[in-house]
């Protein structure tokens, strides 16, 4: 079975640095883009990050939101992703959703990440 | 951008009723994904390349639409069906998702 498991959120001071990782399981990783997605409390989905397969020169891609500040990840020997968060502000409170493939067809349980002081 | 924006934002509905679920982007997409969230649950693909239903979901579901008008049909409301319903465009970045569409039973 598909497993995303998403791990290391918690809570930081504003220009902090976290890094939250996802481990995937039951599918072809090394095939696969994989994206971070957040959810602030109550409110609904923000696309965050994404990183492309190495055919396609694990190509990045960033919501301006966080762009200069957050650094996608993969270690496909690990099948693994990670989101460096550095500055971290208020405002980057929310659930972050690890999700894999081009329809976002796979999905983890969330991390949560609180930035306050 | 473009702003997905949809419609109605909360709607109630009753056991066995149609439902249409909308959403207009702010610039043509070449298709749209929907979503669907319970209340405390993370979301799931529900619709994909704008009317293909997702592993498991009833074929009570079906989506439809072209250029920036979309919608998400349910044929005949059931209990289950209660959640939060997301589209999402992957046409062009930044990638971006509606609102949200609240969807209760009455």
């Known amino acids: 079975a598909v497993q995303l498991v998403e791990s290391g959120g918690g809570l930081v001071q504003p220009k902090e640095s976290l890094k939250i990782s996802c481990a995937a399981s039951?599918?072809?990783?090394?095939?696969?883009?994989m994206y971070w997605v957040r959810q602030a409390p109550g409110k609904g989905l923000e696309w965050v990050a994404r990183?492309?397969?190495?055919?396609?020169?694990?190509?990045?891609y960033y919501a301006d939101s966080v762009k200069g500040r957050f650094t996608i990840s993969r270690d496909d020997s690990k099948s693994m992703v990670y989101l460096q968060m550095d500055n971290l502000k208020t405002e980057d409170t929310a659930m972050y959703y690890c999700t894999a493939r081009s329809y976002f067809d796979y999905w983890g349980q969330g991390v949560m990440v609180t930035v306050s002081s | 951008e473009i702003v997905l924006t949809q419609s109605p934002t909360t709607m109630a509905a009753s056991p066995g009723e149609k439902v249409t679920l909308n959403c207009l982007a702010s610039?043509?997409?070449?298709?749209m994904n929907w979503y669907q969230q319970k209340s405390g649950a993370s979301p799931k693909l529900w619709i994909y390349g704008t009317s293909n239903l997702a592993s498991g979901v009833p074929n009570r579901f079906s989506g439809s639409g072209s250029g920036t008008s979309y919608s998400l049909t349910i044929s005949s409301m059931e209990a289950e069906d209660v959640a939060t319903y997301y589209c999402l465009q992957l046409s062009s970045y930044p990638l971006t998702f509606g609102s949200g569409t609240k969807l209760e039973i009455k």
């Open positions: 610039s043509s997409v070449s298709y």
């Open positions: 039951g599918f072809t990783f090394s095939n696969a883009a």
């Open positions: 990183i492309r397969t190495k055919p396609n020169n694990y190509a990045t």
